[in-house]
Structures are given as structure tokens and as C-alpha cells.
């Protein structure tokens, strides 16, 4: 009796060694340990500022970058309209910078007095100091200058009545500064009129 279909002998050896090959082959990619998936997860934030009447928040924080000191010492001064920042000296600089943003809200053509400090000292590991100065302030586009020195007027000429405005600086790095983080607060008042 013959039962399906008949093969030359050679045939037959070739058909069969195809037949393990692909075998062989399916059996690799299935009993494969698999491949591990590389995963990073970082956290991101989401923010929104909702200010009252007659009110101030900080929307950013004034942020000078990353710092290698150097045998001299050098300054990184922030920009108050565009948050870039440029250095002097012979230290080196990566990463952005930011000036620091303020929001308040009063009403279209309202006057503000805004004032700022003249400098901020930052501390870091051991005590070891830098100081800010060269304080700037950015009011445009939702402010106009009326005059004043040292507590300067402004008028809120945005329709809605919220206004921004900006705080920058020039940072003071020493010969061999300590490295670490360094940290330092400061005030900022606006009183309404």
C-alpha cells in the first residue's frame, strides 16, 4: 500500500534536515530566555498658580546651574528677561539657569510698589558661603515703571489685572568653593495702592 505522496531518497534527506533546521530554529526563539526590557521611570510635576486679589506668589525659583570652582574665583549672572546666564573666571558652567517669577493680581491701572533685596547669601556644606547681588527686577510686559528709587512704583497695565514679574542676580563664586548645594532665601513685597 502506498500512502501519500513519493520523494526521490535524496529528497527525502534534504526535505528532512529543512524540516529539523526550522525546528531547531523555533524551539531557539521560544525557549530563549527574554530579552529584559530596560525601564526608567522619572517623576515629572505639574503646577498652576491661582492667585487672589491683592495677593503675591512665587510661581519659580532664582536657580544658577551646576558649578565646578575653579583655582580663581569667577560669577554666574542670570538674566532677568531671558533666565540665560553668562559667567566670568575660569569656572565652568552646565545646565540652566532661571530667573525667579512672582505672580499678583489687582485690577488694570492699579499702582504697586515692589521691592527687592540688594543681595541674598546662599550656605552650603560646612558653612561655607556665596554671595547673590547685582539683584534685578523684570516687569515687563504686565507692568509699567512710574518712578521711585529705592521702593519702586509700577502700574498693572494687564487687562485681567494678574501680573508677572522677575528677580535675577549675579552669583559670587570663591577660588575652590566648597562644593555641595547651597541655599538661601529672600523677600520680595508688593503693597498695593
Known sequence: MHWGVSMPRGQIG??????????????????APAARARVATVQGSATAAVVAPLSLTKTQDLDF????????AGTVTVDVNSGGCTTTGTIIHQGNCQFAEFAGRGTRRMRVRIQIPTSVTLTGPGGATMLVNTMTLGTQPDLTFMGGNGNRRYEINSPTGIFTFRVAGRLNVGANQVPGVYNGTFNVTVQYQ
Not at 526550522?22 to 524551539?27: A, E, K, S
Not at 546651574?65 to 580663581?72: L, N, S, V
Request: aromatic share 4%.
Open 65 to 72: 546651574g551646576r558649578i565646578a570652582a575653579r583655582p580663581t
Open 14 to 31: 534534504h526535505a528532512i534536515r529543512a524540516f529539523c533546521a526550522l525546528l531547531v530554529l523555533t524551539l531557539s526563539v521560544l525557549l
